[in-house]
């Protein structure tokens, strides 16, 4: 049994900033590898970051520089700092689990950027 829960998604200005927060809970380990995506209407579902097990990261190139992982291995929580934000950055943010057999999801949470 693995839950998600996503929050923290909002509507925020260009340029602004924002924090998203992935609770986990069920039989989560340190070497699970966990990660954010996103979503646009319209668009598939993309890769914004991942945190291994040893804490390095990957980004994807759209966000490099302006948006970072973290992840707390006591509490099962990943979480995402978002600044400088982009009319493009507007999705459903994600946040899933890597097992060898497979990933689970969380249900997202809307982040808008709008002026």
């Known amino acids: 049994q693995v839950q998600l829960v996503e929050s923290g998604g909002g509507l925020v200005q260009p340029g602004g900033s924002l924090r998203l927060s992935c609770a986990a809970s069920?039989?989560?380990?340190?070497?699970?590898?966990m990660g954010w995506y996103r979503q646009a209407p319209g668009k598939e579902r993309e890769l914004v970051a991942h945190?291994?097990?040893?804490?390095?990261?990957n980004y994807a190139d759209s966000v490099k520089g302006r948006f970072t992982i973290s992840r707390d291995y006591a509490k099962n929580t990943v979480n995402l700092q978002m600044n400088s934000l982009k009319p493009e950055d507007t999705a459903v943010y994600s946040c899933?689990?890597?097992?060898?057999?497979?990933?689970?999801w969380g249900q997202g949470t809307q982040v808008t950027v709008s002026s």
């Open positions: 945190i291994t097990h040893g804490g390095n990261t």
């Open positions: 069920g039989s989560i380990s340190s070497s699970n590898v």
């Open positions: 899933n689990v890597v097992f060898y057999y497979g990933t689970y």
